[in-house]
């Protein structure tokens, strides 16, 4: 069964940094590309960012380009993603995302992990 | 980019009804990479279909995806009340970013 389990997220400061972590099981991790994609509370989806199997290629989301950054350990079945220089407009839950291995959809889902930012 | 429409924006039918949800592309969608995903009220988004009509698995017949270019729908052929939920169409193939749809809510009375 796949699972992917999220984790880090917290209330923080308007320009405060962060990590989120996503643990995988259930599938072969580094034949696979990740994503995160957030919700803003009574919001819609957000595609964040993307990282190819073999972290060779990262992509972003203009909203966050240059501030965050996402890796990968596939030693450690893990994603993560790096927040820096958090803004306001950051608030939302933050799903950790298989990509389904033809194009960039999103397959398999966590149950997400809840970042607020508010001073 | 590629920007996503989709209507309408809440669609209230009971069960048994046929529902259907439109999703429109600002400019031509290469190899109909298009993706639907149903999210109900507390959950992660499930995937539906990728590239319009192609079923992930697990769901069922009796929902279908169509369309090409521009233009694309999502039918619920018979309402059950687990439909209920609120329907995503993305958009991917293309450069960054794997833009969605602003999403149309279900409702069945």
């Known amino acids: 069964e796949v699972q992917l389990v999220e984790s880090g997220g917290v209330v923080a400061q308007p320009g405060e940094s962060l990590r989120l972590s996503c643990a995988v099981s259930g599938f072969t991790f580094d034949d696979y590309a990740m994503h995160w994609v957030r919700q803003a509370p009574g919001k819609g989806l957000e595609w964040v960012s993307m990282?190819?199997?073999?972290?060779?290629?990262?992509y972003y989301a203009d909203s966050v380009k240059g501030r965050f950054r996402i890796s990968r350990d596939n030693n450690e079945n893990s994603l993560y993603l790096v927040m820096n220089s958090l803004r306001h407009e950051d608030t939302a839950l933050y799903y950790c995302?298989?990509?389904?291995?033809?194009?960039?959809?999103?397959?398999?889902w966590g149950q997400g992990t809840p970042v607020t930012v508010s001073s | 980019e590629i920007e996503l429409t989709q209507s309408p924006g809440t669609l209230s039918l009971s069960p048994g009804e046929r529902a259907t949800l439109s999703c429109r592309a600002s400019q031509s969608v290469a190899s109909s990479f298009i993706a639907w995903y149903q999210q109900k009220s507390g959950q992660a988004p499930r995937l539906l279909f990728y590239g319009t009509s192609s079923r992930a698995i697990g769901i069922p017949d009796r929902f279908i995806g169509s369309g090409s270019g521009t233009d694309f729908t999502l039918t619920i052929s018979r309402l059950e009340p687990e439909d209920s939920a609120v329907y995503y169409c993305q958009q991917y193939g293309s450069s960054p970013p794997f833009t969605f749809g602003p999403g149309t809510k279900v409702d069945i009375k």
């Open positions: 995302v298989r990509d389904l291995g033809s194009g960039e959809v999103f397959e398999f």
């Open positions: 990282i190819t199997w073999d972290s060779s290629d990262t």
